[in-house]
């Protein structure tokens, strides 16, 4: 297997970025060192989506769970409550984690009631570019920045005092080097109150996925290893 | 003879197909269903604040558990509130069931409050959708429900019930009662010896697991496989997870958007591609032309008419993923001594 082998070391993308604001392939590289092989994660649509699936790390079949076709926005809060009821008996104690956009955390934002009520914990990690960035990103093309932007206020929508509003808890981080205590935070406090727990992550506003028509013209927009 | 309300066949059919959580919300017109739940007893039922909410959760159980989640609703809005849910499970392959109450029949056809007609809007998005009409049919509809979400290709189904059905009384045994079997789909085994022939004679061969793979447990067999011969594997992003990436056989996932830099220069580096339980969805192929190239394919799928479907393979295989992998293996022990493949990929 040399020449895949050869393909797999050289062939990579960077995720050692230490800038104000954060790159979201950064997040990942945190999330790939502070969760193990047995957590179980839910994520959905949006640029994160494309992050998660260049960048995150997956071991055990059925603990990376996706919606690859239909891509509902707001799958993961309800989808992780699923999960985490699914392994009452079998895995009491697994963890479980819902990666997510800032837009589609508030299609299904009222399920976090349900999580309250019903004591079921879970991380929840938003990767937060106040846009709806996957289609400012489809935009390009047409060289517009048209009704994509959802910003407002200091930071839009205050996600950590709707994780509140419900009896849970939340945290912001804008500096890459806050991010494993918050991760490690939150896993602590989900188990401590048996609630939803979310790491807000503020990164990049109008950061791209790399993209494209084929898969020999894929476009990177960052600088790759070594250059 | 046994008489119960015919809602409470319908709990004995759900305990016994192994549901012990359901994700709901009640509302009058699907009221003897939860006085069914409350007096039989052992589901533990969550009252979601939005019935969409409701069938994600009866979908991440299901990714779970592999066995069927349970979403539950009342009639009007609460089923069209499930269309996306439904739409999620049937283009992912995830075996849910929804339940929907519906007004009396008596009002159907006279625009009665919230009687919408569920079943129509449903279809295109499930495997099955039905209106129980005699109460008698409720407890074997369940049946037949459980078994068509979960054969074949599996996916959501909906059951909508009257109110009027759902008040009946009728005659149902628990005791003497169980799942309906489930056709297992064999390869073909001509097939199979065809597609190791291709895969032995290939220089730079790829495996790619996509979501059947864990839909169907198939891990094990596909890392038996890998290692047995000797060939890289790609996942594609519903099949992640499939396969450890830790392995030193793991060459990554192709596509336009979720891959990687190597992933895809492997892919366009290899000669065939074995795809087993993948649709070959556009956001992994990208430009067809590009992703064919000369590359032979073969394609393995549960599902008869998803073969040829984005393009015609150069072989087809209709079988159970994990049935496939294991009969593939055990074909290429019989002929010990041929060559192990991938020889493209160590020169």
């Known amino acids: ?227 | 003879m046994v008489q119960m309300p015919a809602m409470n066949a319908v709990v004995e059919v759900l305990k016994d197909e192994g549901v012990d959580t359901a994700f709901g919300c009640p509302g009058a017109a699907i009221l003897p269903l939860y006085k069914a739940m409350e007096e039989v007893g052992g589901i533990e039922h969550l009252t979601v604040r939005h019935e969409e909410g409701a069938t994600h959760m009866a979908d991440g159980w299901s990714r779970t558990t592999g066995r069927v989640g349970v979403a539950i609703g009342t009639s009007g809005p609460a089923g069209t509130n499930m269309i996306t849910g439904l739409y999620t499970a049937m283009a992912d392959s995830v075996p849910i069931v929804c339940i929907t109450g519906q007004a009396m029949t008596s009002l159907l056809d006279k625009e009665g409050f919230q009687a919408v007609d569920i079943v129509e809007i449903a279809k295109p998005v499930t495997k099955w959708a039905v209106q129980i009409r005699e109460a008698a049919t409720a407890p074997w509809i369940f049946r037949e429900a459980f078994r068509v979400a979960q054969e074949g290709r599996p996916g959501p189904v909906l059951i909508d019930i009257p109110l009027d059905v759902a008040k009946q009384v009728i005659e149902y045994d628990p005791s003497i009662d169980a799942p309906l079997r489930i056709n297992v789909v064999e390869p073909h085994q001509p097939r199979v010896e065809r597609a190791l022939d291709m895969l032995l004679a290939a220089e730079r061969p790829l495996l790619l697991a996509g979501g059947g793979v864990i839909l169907s447990e198939a891990s094990e067999e596909l890392r038996e496989l890998a290692e047995y011969l000797n060939v890289p594997v790609q996942v594609t992003l519903m099949g992640k997870g499939s396969f450890d990436e830790d392995s030193p056989l793991y060459s990554g996932m192709t596509g336009v958007q979720t891959s990687q830099r190597y992933g895809n220069a492997s892919f366009l580096e290899s000669d065939l591609v074995l795809a087993v339980g993948a649709r070959f969805g556009d956001r992994h192929t990208g430009q067809i032309d590009v992703y064919r190239g000369d590359r032979a394919f073969i394609h393995v799928d549960i599902e008869p008419t998803q073969i040829g479907r984005v393009f015609e393979p150069d072989l087809g295989v209709v079988s159970d993923a994990r049935l496939f992998l294991s009969a593939l293996l055990e074909t290429a022990k019989l002929g010990a001594g041929r060559p192990r493949s991938s020889r493209g990929w160590t020169a």
């Open chain 1, 1 to 227: 297997m040399d020449r895949v082998n050869e393909l797999r070391r050289t062939l990579t993308r960077r995720e050692d970025f230490d800038t104000v604001p954060i790159k979201a392939p950064r997040v990942y590289k945190e999330i790939n060192e502070v969760f193990d092989a047995d957590t179980y994660f839910v994520t959905a649509i949006g640029l994160y989506q494309i992050w998660g699936g260049q960048h995150q790390k997956a071991y055990k079949p059925r603990h990376y769970q996706i919606c690859g076709q239909a891509g509902p926005l707001g799958w993961e809060i309800p989808a992780a409550i699923g999960v985490k009821k699914a392994l009452k008996n079998t895995e009491p104690d697994a963890e479980v984690v819902g990666i997510v956009g800032d837009y589609g955390f508030q299609y299904m934002v009222e399920e976090l009631a349900v999580a309250a009520q019903y004591d079921v914990p879970y991380v929840i990690i938003m990767i937060n570019n106040e846009y709806l960035g996957l289609i400012r990103q489809a935009s390009l093309p047409y060289e517009m920045n048209y009704q994509v932007d959802i910003h407002y206020d200091e930071f839009g929508t205050d996600n950590v005092k709707i994780m509140e509003a419900y009896g849970c808890s939340g945290r912001r981080v804008a500096d890459p080097n806050e991010i494993r205590d918050a991760l490690e935070w939150a896993r602590k406090e989900a188990k401590a109150t048996s609630r939803p727990v979310l790491v807000e992550i503020m990164i990049e506003r109008e950061a791209n996925t790399p993209h494209g028509p084929a898969i020999d013209a894929v476009k990177e927009f960052e600088p790759l290893p070594g250059a």
